[in-house]
């Protein structure tokens, strides 16, 4: 209930930045301004995840690396977005719902199987995602998939207060140097 509560003091807090955003958005691409996806969480259940759209309307819907060519489907603030996390804020309305925390493992897509049996394998699928976690400050987007499975294992194993304290502070400040962002 404390994540759910400061989850909503934060998405009013940041008002003024969804507000930007989304008029960014609407002038370059039109509606919808969120992209909103299906994916797998705790226990493989699935929930709409919400994050500002940084990809114009129609591209294939497949992690930005397995395009072909990515920066043709980037709308112009996207890279602004992605390089500083701003897309992920939206990830504050899957806190008020429930669906995921604020620390955890990032929820995976739905057609990553290679990622979601790995963390079958571990138990890593028994925790509820997060916005970010432990694997997201070790490398992010620049780690393999085992690398990103071994790292959620440790966080599994070694999971307290203090480490989901340390991993909100890292995720600030690599947020605010844009570091780990690979598209």
Do not use: C
């Amino acid at each position: 209930m404390i994540q759910r509560s400061l989850a909503l003091f934060l998405l009013i807090m940041v008002s003024p930045i969804f507000f930007f955003i989304t008029l960014s958005i609407l002038i370059e691409d039109s509606f919808p301004v969120l992209y909103k996806q299906k994916r797998p969480g705790q226990n493989h259940q699935l929930f709409d995840f919400y994050k500002f759209r940084t990809m114009k309307k129609n591209t294939p819907e497949v992690a930005t690396h397995l395009l072909e060519n990515p920066v043709k489907y980037l709308l112009k603030i996207g890279p602004f977005l992605r390089r500083f996390s701003l897309d992920e804020l939206p990830n504050l309305i899957n806190v008020v719902k429930g669906d995921i925390g604020f620390v955890g493992p990032r929820p995976a897509l739905f057609n990553q199987a290679d990622l979601i049996s790995l963390r079958e394998t571990y138990g890593i699928d028994k925790l509820k995602p997060g916005i970010t976690g432990w694997a997201q400050i070790n490398g992010r987007d620049e780690i393999s998939i085992d690398e990103k499975v071994l790292l959620e294992k440790y966080y599994l194993e070694n999971r307290s207060l203090w480490l989901d304290i340390r991993i909100i502070h890292l995720t600030i400040k690599n947020s605010l140097i844009g570091r780990g962002v690979s598209h």
